[in-house]
Antibody
Framework: QVQLVQSGAEVKKPGASVKVSCKASGYTFTSYDINWVRQATGHGLEWMGW????????DYSQKFQGRVTMTRDTSTSTAYMELHSLTSDDTAVYFC?????????????WGQGTTVTVSS | DIQMTQSPSSLSASVGDRVAITCRAS??????LNWYQQKPGKAPRLLIY???TLQGGVPSRFTGSGSGTDFTLTISSLQPEDFATYFC?????????FGQGTKVE
């Protein structure tokens, strides 16, 4: 079945970087965008950006421009999201989600989430 | 950025109730509106896209309506598994944004 499986929880110190992976299976990886969305505890959903696995092109939310990098490895059908210069405000659950451009763009398959904790 | 405002932020309902959640966009988004359900500790689940198209496997008691700036998610008869938080999302502009969520409890 179609699924996205993310890497495990991370604990990082302020100023460090974190790289989260998202492995796709059950569909052609290069045919759908991968979006990244985060959620701080008790808060709503915040879209960070998307990457097109076919060409590797990206579009990042202005909030994260210069601090986030989204890449992929097509040989393993894995997408990556790296966030730099972490602060405590980056403590959140990070989700990858497949972007489906049918009729209206929507996110139809989600990873299970990766908890990132930033603490000194 | 297009701001999405949901109301109410939370609501109390009982099994069998008809529930309506509204979502208002800060500018017209045509029909570029999606709805997601999220349960505690879980990833969001797509319910409805393009305002009113039901995602496969989603029960027909969920319906979506609206256009332009005002949208509604309706649950015709609330079931025990429907107690969750619901988010709207616009994909009209290239900066996707979500509503703040509505908790159904």
């Amino acid at each position: 079945q179609v699924q996205l499986v993310q890497s495990g929880a991370e604990v990082k110190k302020p100023g460090a970087s974190v790289k989260v992976s998202c492995k796709a299976s059950g569909y052609t990886f290069t045919s759908y965008d991968i979006n990244w969305v985060r959620q701080a505890t008790g808060h709503g959903l915040e879209w960070m950006g998307w990457m097109n696995p076919y060409g590797g092109n990206t579009d990042y939310s202005q909030k994260f421009q210069g601090r986030v990098t989204m890449t992929r490895d097509t040989s393993t059908s894995t997408a990556y999201m790296e966030l730099h210069s972490l602060t405590s405000d980056d403590t959140a659950v990070y989700f990858c989600a497949r972007g489906a451009p049918l009729i209206v763009y929507h996110m139809d398959v989600w990873g299970q989430g990766t908890t990132v904790t930033v603490s000194s | 950025d297009i701001q999405m405002t949901q109301s109410p932020s939370s609501l109390s309902a009982s099994v069998g109730d008809r529930v309506a959640i509204t979502c208002r966009a800060s500018q017209s988004i045509d029909n570029y509106l999606n709805w997601y359900q999220q349960k505690p500790g879980k990833a969001p689940r797509l319910l409805i896209y393009a305002t009113s198209t039901l995602q496969g496997g989603v029960p027909s008691r969920f319906t979506g309506s609206g256009s332009g700036t005002d949208f509604t998610l309706t649950i015709s008869s609330l079931q025990p598994e429907d107690f969750a938080t619901y988010f709207c999302q616009q994909t009209y502009s290239s900066l996707w944004t979500f509503g703040q969520g509505t908790k159904v409890e």
